[in-house]
Structure formats: structure tokens, C-alpha cells
């Protein structure tokens, strides 16, 4: 046995946060989006690398339909999330869209600044959805991932999670980052550093 890995997908409505866990968990991609009325919590099994490791992946977080930073206002009490203890996060946004990106720029501010005293810390991917509307996005590739690996010293990464692209990948780094969090290693490093191949699979 690998061990497990707790992990919150959070960001703003519609980006594809489910989107990107059932293409992940099942599969398919739902054409018609149906807003998530409530967090929900997902047990599956990964085999990475011979390993087995019991994933708990939580889609949605608390701040209603309001899709600006704002609304992280009226979160409750960071103690009620059940984030604490939270192994990694993935701030999920949308490349067409400067006020999701702006949302998860909130979301990962608001997560330091909760983060217990002497917890360990977490891991943040930042991932750009809908990578298959590359020629509406807002801004290029290559200065949000600077921005966000360098200024909010977090991983990067871009998927479409209609086409399926990049999805296996962004799991697959999530758990090669929790096989190396006890080295002595900034959380951006290690995501970064997770990129060389390896067979992940759901069992």
C-alpha cells in the first residue's frame, strides 16, 4: 500500500472542476454543465508505479454562486472546510476567463493565510481549463505560469477536460508531489520537478 492523498478541487463556478474529476475518475466529459450545488467527496484507488495509493479528491468549495473574490468573504469559519488537513489543493480556473483567474489568485491567498501554525505545507497546482479555446484566452501561457510559479510560488499546469488532455497528468503530478513532500523542498519545486514519466492508473 502507497498511502493517501486528501485532496480539495476548488475554484470558481464553471471552470470544470467536475468536468476534470469525471474525466479522471470515468471518463466522460457532461456537455451540459450543471452547477455543483454542494461540496462532494470522491474515494478512488490510483496505482501509480506498482503502488497503490487511496485518493480523497473534494469538488467545490463554499462560496456560492458568486464568482468573484468577493464571495470568499462569506466562507465559514476555515475550521468547518475540513482543509486543514488537506494534503494538496488544485485552484482550478478558466484560460478564457481573468475573473476565475482572479478568483483562484483569492483562493490560494485565503488558503495561506488559514493554513495552521506549524501544519506543514501544502501543495497548490494551479490549473488553466479549457485549453481548447487556446485562441480566446485572456492572456498568454507562458506569463501566467511565470506569474504563478515564480510570484505565487505554486505548480502550473494547462488541460482541457473536455478532450481529456493533460487530466491524468495533473493527477499524476499531485501524487509524485505527495511521494516527495518530506524532502526539504519548496511545494512549486516539487510539482515541477514531478514532470518525468510515470504509469498512473485507476484501479
Not at 107 to 136: C, F, H, S, Y
Not at 142 to 157: E, H, K, N, P
Not at 172 to 184: F, G, Q
Amino acid at each position: 500500500m502507497g498511502g493517501s492523498l486528501r485532496v480539495a478541487v476548488l475554484g470558481a463556478p464553471g471552470v470544470g472542476k467536475t468536468a476534470i474529476i469525471r474525466q479522471f475518475l470515468f471518463g466522460d466529459y457532461p456537455e451540459r454543465h450543471r452547477p455543483t450545488d454542494s461540496p462532494r467527496l470522491y474515494r478512488p484507488a490510483v496505482l501509480l508505479d506498482g503502488a497503490v495509493y487511496d485518493l480523497s479528491i473534494r469538488d467545490g468549495d463554499f462560496a456560492g454562486p458568486d464568482s468573484s473574490p468577493r464571495s470568499l468573504e462569506e466562507w465559514p469559519d476555515p475550521k468547518d472546510w475540513s482543509l486543514q488537513d488537506t494534503d494538496a489543493f488544485v485552484l482550478v480556473y478558466d484560460i478564457c476567463s481573468p475573473d476565475s483567474f482572479d478568483y483562484v489568485k483569492a483562493l490560494r491567498q485565503r488558503i495561506a493565510e488559514n493554513r495552521p501554525a506549524g501544519a506543514p505545507e501544502a501543495p497548490i497546482l494551479v490549473v488553466g481549463n479549457k485549453r481548447d479555446r487556446q485562441r480566446l484566452r485572456f492572456g498568454p501561457r507562458r506569463a501566467l505560469a511565470t506569474l504563478v510559479r515564480r510570484g505565487w510560488r505554486c505548480g502550473y499546469l494547462e488541460c482541457s477536460a473536455k478532450y481529456n488532455w493533460h487530466v491524468l497528468r495533473l493527477f499524476r503530478e499531485l501524487l509524485r508531489c505527495a511521494l516527495v513532500r518530506t524532502r526539504p523542498a519548496h511545494p512549486a519545486l516539487r510539482l515541477q520537478g514531478a514532470l518525468h514519466p510515470a504509469r498512473c492508473s485507476l484501479m
